[in-house]
């Protein structure tokens, strides 16, 4: 009975229920800025694009489908995916604009002999 109620005297005190408050209120704030006003800006971009789509544009769709936009409608959108070859695509299914990756350069005679002798050989 007595090791009992030294227990009882040892436990820890109830925390402040103000600190409980401004962790969640914490939580709350970082969610905001990492995960919901990145997303909604990156809606409202798109939008933006989808209003502002023209013949002559390149895009991507969701099925990962590249295209050329040959011409748009109120809610659809016809791409031209090959030559002579148009699909019909509704505007929600555009993900956005190609991405046009910048070719890499082939590293130069020079700076490959550069490289081999700052390399010391190990034998």
Do not use: H
């Not at 109620?5 to 229920?17: E, M, R, Y």
């Not at 956005?96 to 082939?106: D, L, R, S, V």
């Amino acid at each position: 009975m007595n090791y009992l109620f030294v227990f009882l005297q040892s436990a820890p005190q109830g925390g402040s229920s103000l600190s409980m408050w401004i962790m969640i209120l914490l939580i709350f704030v970082v969610m905001y800025f990492f995960m919901i006003r990145p997303q909604n800006k990156q809606r409202k971009e798109l939008e933006k694009f989808l209003g502002a789509l023209k013949k002559g544009d390149k895009v991507v769709t969701i099925g990962g489908i590249n295209g050329v936009v040959k011409e748009v409608k109120e809610a659809k959108v016809i791409l031209e995916v090959d030559k002579d070859v148009c699909i019909t695509f509704n505007k929600s299914a555009i993900q956005g604009p190609q991405q046009t990756a910048a070719p890499k350069e082939a590293p130069k005679k020079e700076e490959k002999a550069a490289k081999k002798e700052e390399k010391p050989e190990e034998k």
